[in-house]
Protein backbone atom coordinates (compact mmCIF):
# COMPACT_ATOMS: atom_id res chain seq x y z
CA UNK A 1 0.00 0.00 0.00
CA UNK A 2 1.34 3.71 -0.71
CA UNK A 3 1.63 6.13 1.82
CA UNK A 4 -0.90 8.81 0.82
CA UNK A 5 0.43 12.46 -0.52
CA UNK A 6 1.13 14.31 2.03
CA UNK A 7 1.30 18.69 1.54
CA UNK A 8 4.59 18.52 0.00
CA UNK A 9 4.78 15.42 -2.38
CA UNK A 10 4.22 11.68 -2.19
CA UNK A 11 5.11 10.04 1.36
CA UNK A 12 4.58 13.54 3.12
CA UNK A 13 7.80 14.65 2.35
CA UNK A 14 8.27 17.86 2.08
CA UNK A 15 10.12 20.08 -0.71
CA UNK A 16 12.84 21.27 1.77
CA UNK A 17 13.54 17.35 2.93
CA UNK A 18 13.53 16.61 -1.16
CA UNK A 19 16.11 19.32 -1.62
CA UNK A 20 18.19 17.93 1.54
CA UNK A 21 18.29 14.37 -0.02
CA UNK A 22 18.77 15.33 -3.36
CA UNK A 23 21.78 17.30 -2.34
CA UNK A 24 23.16 14.37 -0.13
CA UNK A 25 22.85 12.44 -2.87
CA UNK A 26 24.88 14.79 -5.24
CA UNK A 27 27.43 15.02 -2.96
CA UNK A 28 27.68 10.80 -2.11
CA UNK A 29 27.83 10.54 -6.01
CA UNK A 30 30.26 13.05 -5.93
CA UNK A 31 32.59 11.70 -3.13
CA UNK A 32 31.90 8.08 -4.72
CA UNK A 33 34.41 9.46 -7.80
CA UNK A 34 36.87 11.45 -5.62
CA UNK A 35 37.37 8.09 -3.97
CA UNK A 36 37.50 6.49 -7.01
CA UNK A 37 40.48 8.47 -8.71
CA UNK A 38 42.23 8.40 -5.48
CA UNK A 39 42.36 4.47 -5.10
CA UNK A 40 45.75 3.86 -5.56
CA UNK A 41 46.67 6.68 -3.31
CA UNK A 42 44.15 5.39 -0.58
CA UNK A 43 45.22 2.31 -0.43
CA UNK A 44 49.02 2.63 -0.39
CA UNK A 45 47.98 5.15 2.72
CA UNK A 46 46.39 2.30 4.48
CA UNK A 47 49.39 0.02 3.88
CA UNK A 48 51.29 2.62 5.52
CA UNK A 49 49.06 2.94 8.29
CA UNK A 50 49.66 -0.89 8.95
CA UNK A 51 53.13 -1.29 8.62
CA UNK A 52 54.52 2.42 10.39
CA UNK A 53 53.04 1.64 14.03
CA UNK A 54 53.44 5.38 14.66
CA UNK A 55 50.34 5.41 11.94
CA UNK A 56 48.26 2.69 13.41
CA UNK A 57 45.44 4.78 14.96
CA UNK A 58 45.00 6.37 10.94
CA UNK A 59 42.68 3.05 10.72
CA UNK A 60 40.23 5.06 13.60
CA UNK A 61 40.61 8.38 11.90
CA UNK A 62 38.33 8.25 9.23
CA UNK A 63 35.35 5.97 10.61
CA UNK A 64 35.41 9.09 13.54
CA UNK A 65 35.17 11.49 11.32
CA UNK A 66 32.45 10.25 9.64
CA UNK A 67 30.84 9.67 13.25
CA UNK A 68 31.00 13.36 13.90
CA UNK A 69 29.62 14.47 10.47
CA UNK A 70 26.52 11.74 11.20
CA UNK A 71 26.43 13.36 14.07
CA UNK A 72 25.53 17.08 12.54
CA UNK A 73 22.65 15.46 10.52
CA UNK A 74 20.34 17.67 12.68
CA UNK A 75 22.02 21.10 11.88
CA UNK A 76 22.63 20.14 8.19
CA UNK A 77 18.81 20.07 7.99
CA UNK A 78 18.53 23.86 9.58
CA UNK A 79 20.40 24.98 7.03
CA UNK A 80 20.27 25.63 2.94
CA UNK A 81 22.52 23.31 0.97
CA UNK A 82 23.18 25.50 -1.73
CA UNK A 83 26.35 25.10 -3.61
CA UNK A 84 29.05 27.54 -4.18
CA UNK A 85 31.05 28.13 -6.85
CA UNK A 86 33.97 28.64 -4.43
CA UNK A 87 34.51 24.99 -3.97
CA UNK A 88 36.15 24.85 -7.29
CA UNK A 89 39.12 26.42 -5.08
CA UNK A 90 40.27 23.68 -2.77
CA UNK A 91 39.33 21.44 -5.80
CA UNK A 92 41.81 22.77 -7.95
CA UNK A 93 44.24 23.00 -5.24
CA UNK A 94 43.64 19.32 -4.56
CA UNK A 95 43.95 18.58 -7.99
CA UNK A 96 47.23 20.12 -8.34
CA UNK A 97 48.36 18.60 -4.73
CA UNK A 98 47.91 15.40 -6.79
CA UNK A 99 49.56 16.03 -9.88
CA UNK A 100 52.55 17.97 -7.84
CA UNK A 101 53.07 14.98 -6.27
CA UNK A 102 52.59 12.27 -8.84
CA UNK A 103 55.32 14.28 -10.93
CA UNK A 104 57.52 14.69 -7.41
CA UNK A 105 56.88 11.15 -6.07
CA UNK A 106 56.34 12.96 -2.97
CA UNK A 107 53.26 10.80 -0.93
CA UNK A 108 52.14 14.00 1.42
CA UNK A 109 50.88 15.82 -1.26
CA UNK A 110 48.84 13.46 -3.01
CA UNK A 111 47.10 12.46 0.79
CA UNK A 112 46.56 15.85 1.26
CA UNK A 113 44.63 16.40 -2.52
CA UNK A 114 42.04 13.93 -1.29
CA UNK A 115 41.12 16.09 2.04
CA UNK A 116 41.35 19.39 -0.40
CA UNK A 117 39.10 17.76 -2.78
CA UNK A 118 36.95 16.43 -0.10
CA UNK A 119 36.34 20.34 1.55
CA UNK A 120 36.02 21.23 -2.35
CA UNK A 121 32.95 18.76 -2.82
CA UNK A 122 31.23 20.06 0.78
CA UNK A 123 31.71 23.36 -0.60
CA UNK A 124 30.67 23.35 -4.00
CA UNK A 125 27.93 21.12 -3.64
CA UNK A 126 26.72 22.00 0.02
CA UNK A 127 27.42 25.07 0.08
CA UNK A 128 29.29 27.74 2.91
CA UNK A 129 27.14 26.97 5.97
CA UNK A 130 27.92 23.30 5.61
CA UNK A 131 31.83 23.86 5.66
CA UNK A 132 31.13 25.44 9.10
CA UNK A 133 28.92 23.19 10.33
CA UNK A 134 31.25 19.79 9.03
CA UNK A 135 34.37 22.05 9.96
CA UNK A 136 35.19 19.55 12.43
CA UNK A 137 35.43 16.62 10.87
CA UNK A 138 36.72 17.99 7.77
CA UNK A 139 39.66 19.05 9.75
CA UNK A 140 39.89 15.83 11.60
CA UNK A 141 40.87 13.88 8.70
CA UNK A 142 44.06 15.49 8.56
CA UNK A 143 45.37 13.30 10.98
CA UNK A 144 45.34 10.25 8.70
CA UNK A 145 47.79 11.76 6.65
CA UNK A 146 50.79 10.36 7.83
CA UNK A 147 54.30 13.37 7.69
CA UNK A 148 57.64 12.90 5.15
CA UNK A 149 60.20 10.67 6.68
CA UNK A 150 62.42 13.51 6.53
CA UNK A 151 60.10 15.66 8.85
CA UNK A 152 60.01 12.72 11.15
CA UNK A 153 63.34 12.59 11.33
CA UNK A 154 63.66 16.36 12.41
CA UNK A 155 61.48 16.03 14.93
CA UNK A 156 62.47 12.21 15.85
CA UNK A 157 66.56 13.15 16.68
CA UNK A 158 65.84 16.09 18.87
CA UNK A 159 63.32 13.80 20.65
CA UNK A 160 66.22 11.06 21.30
CA UNK A 161 68.48 13.72 23.03
CA UNK A 162 66.24 14.69 25.30
CA UNK A 163 65.08 11.13 26.40
CA UNK A 164 68.19 9.97 26.65
CA UNK A 165 69.40 13.33 28.96
CA UNK A 166 66.90 12.56 31.25
CA UNK A 167 67.60 8.74 31.54
CA UNK A 168 71.10 9.67 31.99
CA UNK A 169 70.27 12.18 34.83
CA UNK A 170 67.69 9.77 36.26
CA UNK A 171 69.76 7.15 36.59
CA UNK A 172 72.53 9.53 38.51
CA UNK A 173 70.07 10.46 41.15
CA UNK A 174 69.54 7.17 42.07
CA UNK A 175 73.13 6.31 41.60
CA UNK A 176 73.18 4.05 39.14
CA UNK A 177 76.70 5.29 37.06
CA UNK A 178 75.72 6.29 33.38
CA UNK A 179 77.43 7.96 30.58
CA UNK A 180 76.02 10.12 27.61
CA UNK A 181 77.05 9.56 24.23
CA UNK A 182 74.70 11.21 21.56
CA UNK A 183 71.92 9.00 22.24
CA UNK A 184 73.96 6.37 23.47
CA UNK A 185 73.74 5.43 27.12
CA UNK A 186 77.03 3.27 28.54
CA UNK A 187 76.28 1.74 31.34
CA UNK A 188 78.83 -0.50 33.92
CA UNK A 189 78.02 -3.61 31.98
CA UNK A 190 76.08 -2.66 28.66
CA UNK A 191 75.09 0.38 26.58
CA UNK A 192 71.69 1.41 25.58
CA UNK A 193 71.12 2.26 21.99
CA UNK A 194 67.55 5.40 22.17
CA UNK A 195 67.06 4.55 18.65
CA UNK A 196 64.05 6.75 16.56
CA UNK A 197 61.36 4.11 17.99
CA UNK A 198 62.31 5.28 21.61
CA UNK A 199 61.95 8.69 20.66
CA UNK A 200 58.38 9.40 21.61
CA UNK A 201 56.91 9.85 17.97
CA UNK A 202 54.56 7.02 18.11
CA UNK A 203 52.72 8.27 21.67
CA UNK A 204 52.57 11.49 20.40
CA UNK A 205 50.87 10.65 17.16
CA UNK A 206 48.64 8.65 19.03
CA UNK A 207 48.02 11.07 22.11
CA UNK A 208 47.74 14.59 19.63
CA UNK A 209 44.67 11.94 18.05
CA UNK A 210 43.06 11.44 21.71
CA UNK A 211 43.72 15.11 22.63
CA UNK A 212 42.07 16.46 19.88
CA UNK A 213 39.01 13.93 20.60
CA UNK A 214 39.13 14.59 24.54
CA UNK A 215 38.49 18.35 23.88
CA UNK A 216 36.33 17.84 21.06
CA UNK A 217 33.95 15.94 23.59
CA UNK A 218 35.42 17.87 27.25
CA UNK A 219 36.22 21.16 26.54
CA UNK A 220 33.70 23.89 25.43
CA UNK A 221 36.28 26.93 25.23
CA UNK A 222 38.71 27.18 22.02
CA UNK A 223 41.42 28.40 24.78
CA UNK A 224 41.06 24.98 26.89
CA UNK A 225 40.82 22.95 23.93
CA UNK A 226 43.92 24.80 22.98
CA UNK A 227 45.70 23.91 26.00
CA UNK A 228 45.00 20.11 26.17
CA UNK A 229 46.23 19.46 22.53
CA UNK A 230 49.22 21.47 22.92
CA UNK A 231 50.05 19.71 26.75
CA UNK A 232 50.08 16.09 24.67
CA UNK A 233 54.02 17.09 23.76
CA UNK A 234 55.13 18.05 26.85
CA UNK A 235 53.36 14.57 28.45
CA UNK A 236 54.68 12.45 25.24
CA UNK A 237 58.28 13.61 26.01
CA UNK A 238 58.14 13.27 29.77
CA UNK A 239 56.48 9.98 29.81
CA UNK A 240 59.09 8.59 27.14
CA UNK A 241 61.53 9.72 29.02
CA UNK A 242 60.34 7.74 31.92
CA UNK A 243 60.34 4.67 29.60
CA UNK A 244 64.03 5.51 28.57
CA UNK A 245 65.21 5.64 32.52
CA UNK A 246 63.05 2.72 33.68
CA UNK A 247 64.96 0.86 30.43
CA UNK A 248 68.53 1.58 31.96
CA UNK A 249 67.37 0.74 35.20
CA UNK A 250 66.17 -2.79 34.46
CA UNK A 251 69.40 -3.15 31.94
CA UNK A 252 71.66 -2.35 34.93
CA UNK A 253 70.55 -4.87 37.29
CA UNK A 254 69.35 -7.49 34.98
CA UNK A 255 71.42 -6.98 31.61
CA UNK A 256 70.96 -5.84 27.99
CA UNK A 257 67.65 -8.48 27.44
CA UNK A 258 65.22 -6.38 29.04
CA UNK A 259 66.32 -3.70 26.92
CA UNK A 260 64.26 -5.48 23.77
CA UNK A 261 61.29 -7.75 23.29
CA UNK A 262 58.37 -8.58 25.41
CA UNK A 263 59.73 -6.32 28.38
CA UNK A 264 60.66 -3.67 25.93
CA UNK A 265 56.70 -3.34 24.43
CA UNK A 266 54.76 -3.86 27.61
CA UNK A 267 57.22 -0.74 29.01
CA UNK A 268 55.28 0.88 26.14
CA UNK A 269 51.91 0.00 27.16
CA UNK A 270 52.66 0.60 30.64
CA UNK A 271 54.21 4.34 29.70
CA UNK A 272 51.60 5.05 27.43
CA UNK A 273 48.95 4.33 29.94
CA UNK A 274 50.66 6.54 32.24
CA UNK A 275 50.42 8.91 29.53
CA UNK A 276 46.31 8.31 28.90
CA UNK A 277 45.76 8.51 32.50
CA UNK A 278 47.67 12.47 32.76
CA UNK A 279 45.74 13.56 29.37
CA UNK A 280 42.38 12.68 31.19
CA UNK A 281 43.45 14.33 34.71
CA UNK A 282 44.12 17.29 32.79
CA UNK A 283 40.90 17.03 30.55
CA UNK A 284 38.91 16.73 34.15
CA UNK A 285 41.11 19.61 35.91
CA UNK A 286 40.11 22.03 33.02
CA UNK A 287 36.72 21.07 33.31
CA UNK A 288 36.61 21.51 36.86
CA UNK A 289 38.39 24.82 37.04
CA UNK A 290 35.76 25.95 34.13
CA UNK A 291 32.68 25.33 36.29
CA UNK A 292 34.72 26.95 39.57
CA UNK A 293 35.12 30.18 37.25
CA UNK A 294 31.01 29.83 36.41
CA UNK A 295 30.33 29.58 39.69
CA UNK A 296 32.14 32.31 41.04
CA UNK A 297 31.15 34.35 37.77
CA UNK A 298 27.25 33.52 39.05
CA UNK A 299 26.86 30.91 36.47
CA UNK A 300 26.17 27.66 37.45
CA UNK A 301 27.56 25.05 35.13
CA UNK A 302 25.96 23.55 32.04
CA UNK A 303 23.39 21.85 32.61
CA UNK A 304 23.00 22.28 36.67
CA UNK A 305 20.73 25.08 38.36
CA UNK A 306 21.72 28.44 38.55
CA UNK A 307 21.12 30.30 41.94
CA UNK A 308 21.42 33.57 42.47
CA UNK A 309 23.74 34.90 45.16
CA UNK A 310 21.33 36.31 48.53
CA UNK A 311 22.29 39.65 49.30
CA UNK A 312 20.67 41.78 52.49
CA UNK A 313 18.20 43.95 51.44
Known sequence: MNAPAGPGGAGGATADERIYRLALLRFAVAATALVAVYQPVLYHMTLHWRNVPDYNHGFLV????????????????????????????????????????????????????????????????????????????????????????????????????????????????????????????????????????????????????????????????????????????????????????LTGILAHAYGEEVATGAIHDLEGVLTFGVAFGLLMLEARLLSGVTGLRRTRGGDAPTGGPKFAEERPA
Open 62 to 245: APLAAWFAYERRAKLRRVALEGSWLGLLPLAAGAASLAIGRLGVELMSMRVGFVLGLIGLVLLLLGRPAVRILAFPLGFLCLMVPLPESLLNMIAFPLQLIAANAAVSSLHWIGIPALLEGNIIHLAQTELFVEQACSGIRSLMSLITLSILFAHFFQRRALERAVLVASTIPIAIAVNALRVS
